[in-house]
């Protein structure tokens, strides 16, 4: 093999490489958002719950004459 064969299979490498690197950013963006989403809808709802829940008990509960 001459120089030029293997420098040219580098830089086909190299391109390879950085199509990877993208590709895997693009993916790790994906989770990331995936997970602030789900946060979003799973676990402020849970906070915010109790408040909610004493909310309508408050509502439920009979006046003090009854």
């Known amino acids: 093999m001459d120089d030029t064969s293997i420098e040219t299979k ?29 946060l979003a809808v799973v676990v402020l709802p849970l906070l915010f719950l109790p408040f909610a829940v004493s909310s309508f008990l408050k509502t439920l509960t009979l006046p003090a004459g009854f």
């Open 10 to 38: 580098l830089a086909a490498l190299e391109g390879k490489i950085d199509a990877i690197y993208t590709s895997v950013e693009k993916t790790r963006k994906y989770f990331l958002w995936t997970l602030i989403i789900t």
